[in-house]
């Protein structure tokens, strides 16, 4: 891979902790790991009077270099030989890592930041990018995971294809084992319609579940011929999405989805599962949007 890896920083212990897992997947991939550092100017508040431009923008400046050579030695120390490379940008961060991610392999992001407000589960920035940067996006958590497998939704939607391609390949990249959950309800199972008209809308005992069976199966065909040696273990679930993968995210690594399922509303850059797993999962969760879609 030689896009690098794209790590946002301000300051917060959980940006540090995002620098620290950046390094080790610049690392694994062979690649070089960009650091960097946004602030908007003009602050958002500034006292009356005259306005002390270049003093308090001197200041800001003088911080953001603090704040990269800190995150610069953080990731050197955590992955020897990976080249790091800094850059202080001017304009809101999400909107900055957002233009950022357009020559990145993969962003990474702290699950909170130093704006955070008490109550708010995760932080702006992570949320924004999850639903719009043009590359996937690691949300990091301060505590690790609790095992080396790499969970994935599976669900049968384009986006979810990408995500089970990512979750075989960073699997095989941490010499890690994959977890393939599709979970599935009478409701979320599309029902075909009969073979003959005049038969009832309806299908006979099992044949929702052997469907959902089938959809596992053949998301699974192409990769596991693709990475032999990853070891897979395929889950179906009968019970929400949201529930089941926030559930098994306990006992995971890394948990993958894509950014939109086979439901829900098309406008929408964020699916509901997404959404719920990028909030409440209990271990770092990548989100991967399908190439080309809407931007």
Avoid: K, N
């Amino acid at each position: 891979m030689s896009a690098p890896v794209l790590v946002g920083v301000d300051g917060s212990s959980s940006a540090l902790a995002a620098v620290e897992t950046a390094a080790g997947e610049a690392r694994m991939r062979g690649c070089g790991l960009r650091v960097v550092y946004a602030y908007s100017w003009p602050p958002t508040y500034l006292p009356p009077g005259p306005v002390p431009l270049a003093p308090v923008e001197d200041g800001l400046r003088e911080a953001a270099d603090r704040t990269l050579e800190e995150a610069a030695t953080r990731a050197r120390s955590a992955a020897p030989g990976v080249a790091v490379s800094h850059s202080v940008r001017t304009g809101p961060p999400r909107m900055v890592l957002e233009e950022e991610s357009r020559d990145a392999g993969l962003v990474v992001v702290g699950s909170r930041g130093l704006g955070r407000v008490t109550g708010v589960l995760l932080g702006s920035t992570a949320v924004h990018l999850a639903a719009h940067a043009r590359c996937p996006v690691l949300v990091v958590r301060e505590a690790p995971g609790e095992d080396d497998a790499v969970l994935v939704g599976v669900d049968g939607s384009p986006a979810g294809e990408h995500a089970v391609g990512f979750a075989f390949a960073e699997a095989a990249l941490r010499g890690a084992g994959v977890l393939a959950l599709h979970a599935w309800t009478p409701w979320s199972a599309p029902v075909p319609p009969p073979q003959d008209p005049a038969q009832p809308y309806a299908s006979p005992p099992g044949a929702l579940e052997a469907g959902e069976e089938r959809l596992l199966a053949e998301a699974l065909a192409g990769h596991r011929e693709r990475y032999p040696d990853v070891a897979v273990e395929h889950r179906l679930v009968r019970e929400g999405a949201r529930e089941a993968l926030i559930w098994a995210s306990a006992r995971a690594g890394l948990l993958v989805v894509g950014a939109r399922g086979r439901g829900g509303f098309s406008g929408l850059l964020l699916g509901s599962v997404s959404q719920a797993v990028v909030h409440h999962a209990q271990c770092p969760v990548v989100v991967v949007r399908q190439p080309g879609g809407h931007r």
